[in-house]
């Protein structure tokens, strides 16, 4: 099952967006890598946590989930079979791969496979 393990917000102005969320909920906004800030939403308290990044030409602002998935290539091809398109196809970081899809009606999502 595919689990939402994040979120992200995509900003064209990820500095004041990251003051903004930090000042008015508490959240502990990091320093950016790769232009991506990590959030952490609750301090000991069960939560979702995530990052604020500058919205990239292909998604320039609002917020995508992010899901976690056993197989990156089976999920977007079982995705792409349902009606997702694709809109940036798997990357490799350090730890993780990571693609980003457009469901049928239009939301956006992240897709996350963990390396073993």
Not at 4 to 29: C, H, M, T
Not at 32 to 44: K, L, Q
Not at 50 to 60: E, T
Request: charge should be negative; hydrophobic fraction near 40%.
């Amino acid at each position: 099952m595919g689990r939402v393990i994040g979120f992200e917000l995509n900003s064209q102005d990820p500095e004041k967006a990251a003051e903004f969320y930090s000042k008015v909920f508490g959240w502990e906004v990091a320093e950016p890598h790769w232009d991506y800030r990590e959030v952490a939403t609750g301090s000991g308290v069960k939560g979702i946590d995530g990052g604020i990044a500058k919205g990239p030409h292909d998604y320039p602002f609002g917020t995508r989930i992010q899901i976690e998935v056993e197989s990156m290539d089976e999920s977007i091809a079982k995705a792409v079979e349902n009606g997702a398109m694709i809109v940036r196809d798997k990357m490799e970081f350090d730890d993780f791969y990571l693609a980003y899809l457009v469901d049928p009606t239009g939301l956006g999502i992240g897709l996350i496979e963990n390396k073993r």
